[in-house]
């Protein structure tokens, strides 16, 4: 039985690794043996400013690399720890993982973390956050957690209250995959989002599809007007770099700024440029 929300996250990995391919139980058992034994990574995909492509910091994105099928994209294994008792346990080693990383980058690069539903619901999420944070150094406001949609929707009052708790600590919330959802506007309602994450499907048809053009141009009015900050996630070309430029939106990912790689080197990220790291299909070979 799958999570809503997992159809999308399968998707995109068509061809490489199916939950078809994979007992469940074993997957399970396996990423117990990951998180005791020091396999999962986080990869960090820079987010930028469209207009000058400067730096405003990294998405950590989770990958195993794994003792014998290598380097996994965490939609071949996240549903697996969404279904028990590892979603507590693998979220606290991201959120602890990303901070102490971000605090040896220059002072003022945020890290996104993606937060699932089901660990934000649970008690102790907040003073988890507080805790990484006091850990490693990383002011508060350099944290940014991303949620989808219905995380904001479904929310009951405790995680309500989880969330005012960071957020009044100073952590931002985005909106990930923005657009995607029955309910964007009201999931913008429900709580205190900082940051919208327009969803890369829509980019991908922006420049060629003019339906999708007049709903990413209304999503970034929509932002604008609200006072939020939007990035463009899933940008792989330079005209659709241009078109969300000449269109009003802001800040950027994509693998036309860089892929989704090992931590960077702290020395790069000083100089402040996007380097062109090592693509992540070979990314795995730099991994002890
Ligand atoms: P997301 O948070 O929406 O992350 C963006 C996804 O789009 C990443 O996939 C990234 O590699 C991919 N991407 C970025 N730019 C491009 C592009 O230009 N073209 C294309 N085709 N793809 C691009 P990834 O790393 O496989 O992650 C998939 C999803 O898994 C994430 O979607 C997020 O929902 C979830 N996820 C990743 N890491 C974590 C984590 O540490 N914790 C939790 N709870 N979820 C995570
Ligand atoms: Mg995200
Ligand atoms: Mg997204
Ligand atoms: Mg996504």
Redesign the pocket.
């Known amino acids: 039985a799958k999570a809503d929300g997992s159809r999308a ?1 399968i998707e ?2 068509e061809g490489a690794l199916t939950h078809s391919d994979v007992d469940a139980l074993q997957l399970e058992t396996d990423l117990r043996h990951a998180l005791d034994h020091d396999e999962l990574r ?2 960090y ?1 820079p987010i930028v400013h469209l207009a000058d492509e400067t730096l405003l910091g990294y ?4 990958r195993w690399q794994h003792p014998t099928r290598g380097l996994l ?3 071949a294994f ?1 549903d697996a720890a969404e279904n028990n008792r590892l979603t507590s346990k ?2 606290a080693w ?1 959120l602890r993982r990303a901070c102490l990383d971000a605090a040896t980058w220059a002072d003022d690069l945020r890290v996104h ?4 539903a089901r ?1 934000l619901a649970e008690d102790g999420f907040s003073e988890l956050v507080a805790a990484a944070l006091e850990e490693s150094g990383l002011p508060p406001h350099r944290l940014e957690l ?1 949620i ?1 949609e219905s995380t904001a929707l479904f929310a009951a009052e405790a995680t309500l209250h989880a969330v005012a708790v960071v957020t009044d600590a100073g952590v931002t919330l985005a909106l ?2 923005f657009g995607t959802g029955y309910s964007a506007i009201t999931a913008l309602h429900r709580l205190p989002i900082h940051t919208v ?1 327009i969803d ?1 499907s829509f980019v991908a048809d922006v420049v060629t599809q003019p339906s999708t053009a007049a709903l990413v141009h209304g999503l970034l009015q929509l932002g604008r007007g609200m006072g939020l900050q939007v990035i463009a ?4 070309d330079l005209d659709q770099a241009a078109w969300l430029l000449d269109h009003g939106c802001a800040m950027a ?4 700024f860089g ?2 790689a090992p931590l960077p080197n702290p020395a790069e990220v000083l100089i402040g440029e996007v380097t062109d790291t090592p693509a ?1 299909d070979v990314a795995g070979e730099l991994l002890p």
């Open positions: 996250r995109v990995y986080l990869f995909q998405e950590a994105l989770i994209p965490p939609g996240l693998l979220g991201v973390v993606n937060i699932s660990h991303e989808t990930d995959d994450k890369r996630e899933g940008i792989e990912q994509g693998y036309a892929r989704p992540e």
